[in-house]
């Protein structure tokens, strides 16, 4: 192989290696590595055609190898064995095949327009299917591969249909950078896209130690991970402040910063909202119950007098709400303690019968 293709083969993204879905960006790919190959795109669209072999052997055996080359280069940017075995034919095959008939095969197999196709790449750039077990790339090459192939059949869809088609289909687990990409002032360019959710992707795993599932948001009082989405999430950790019981200007759903419970995207965890429910029916149950009337404190005296008790009204205010909401009676009736009522009844000043 010459140099100069060598060369150029190295630089081939591997994920645009042919496979049966991906036509269109394959041969973009193709077109972009070897353009500064003359002699290799020459091959392939025919242009250079063969000298006589009776009468021009000298030139026919260097442009016999570079062909060998050229369809050499071609079978190692195919991903898949049966599109290799189905059009690249062995070099004994005689007749001999030579590279654009490689290149036209190809372009015959996968460039035809057909209702059943334009329906089948429709759906994979305007309904694709996010499965967050598996690299974003994945996902998102799909879609511009289909994106591709139908430019390839005359049906070009609008560019912005991909950034489109990208933010609105991601997996749920994706939801918090999703906002951050849709709510910026202008659109996010495809390469910043492709950025943002790969670095969340492989952050995700690298943290997570490489599981199937890889969308690590925080640590939680017992020290497992979470990820998001996750109904297991408790309400640990810095990220939220479930019901917002700092206070502060901040989302009355999560507790965080910049924006209203109305417009908050984040799903509370199946733990928090237990844990809510059941803390408003020991609340409920508690003033039901009425079991505490009014409350004496104690003050630290050196001489034991009347002074050593003091009455908090505040707190008697509070029990007898509490009270009165729990218990029929009428407005005028006051609950004191037992105790409040034996020192009133031994201070009040007993008066002599006539």
Request: charged fraction near 30%; aromatic fraction near 8%; proline fraction near 5%.
């Amino acid at each position: 192989m010459s140099d100069s293709i060598f060369t150029a083969l190295k630089t081939f993204d591997p994920q645009n290696r042919l496979t049966e879905d991906n036509y269109g960006a394959w041969i973009r790919e193709v077109e972009m590595t070897f353009v500064m190959c003359s002699s290799f795109m020459g091959h392939l669209d025919g242009t250079l055609v063969a000298p006589n072999q009776a009468t021009e052997s000298s030139l026919y055996a260097p442009w016999l190898a570079t062909d060998k080359e050229v369809i050499a280069t071609i079978y190692k940017t195919i991903a898949s064995n049966a599109i290799r075995t189905n059009h690249i034919k062995p070099f004994s095959a005689v007749p001999r095949q030579t590279a654009a008939q490689v290149w036209e095969s190809l372009k015959q197999a996968f460039v035809r327009d057909s209702r059943a196709l334009r329906f089948e790449l429709k759906r994979r750039l305007y309904n694709p299917i996010h499965d967050p077990s598996k690299p974003v790339m994945d996902y998102i090459n799909d879609i511009i591969n289909a994106h591709a192939s139908l430019s390839d059949l005359g049906h070009k869809p609008p560019s912005v249909d991909i950034t489109d088609s990208i933010l609105m289909h991601l997996h749920p687990s994706f939801d918090v950078v999703r906002a951050s990409l849709i709510t910026q002032s202008t659109d996010p360019s495809l390469e910043t896209i492709k950025k943002v959710l790969d670095d969340f992707y492989r952050d995700g795993k690298l943290k997570d130690g490489g599981g199937e599932t890889a969308f690590y948001v925080r640590k939680g009082k017992d020290g497992y991970r979470r990820r998001a989405g996750d109904s297991s999430d408790d309400d640990a950790g810095s990220d939220y402040d479930w019901g917002n019981t700092r206070g502060g200007d901040a989302c009355h759903r999560c507790g965080r910063p910049g924006h209203r419970s109305t417009k908050c995207i984040i799903d509370m965890p199946q733990k928090v909202k237990d844990k809510i429910i059941q803390d408003a029916r020991k609340a409920r149950r508690a003033r039901a119950a009425g079991k505490e009337d009014a409350k004496l404190v104690h003050m630290e005296s050196d001489a034991e007098s009347d002074d050593d008790w003091h009455y908090d009204p505040i707190q008697h205010s509070m029990n007898v709400r509490a009270n009165m909401a729990s218990v029929d009676e009428p407005s005028s009736t006051v609950f004191i303690s037992e105790e409040l009522r034996d020192h009133l009844s031994k201070s009040q000043p007993k008066t002599k019968k006539k």
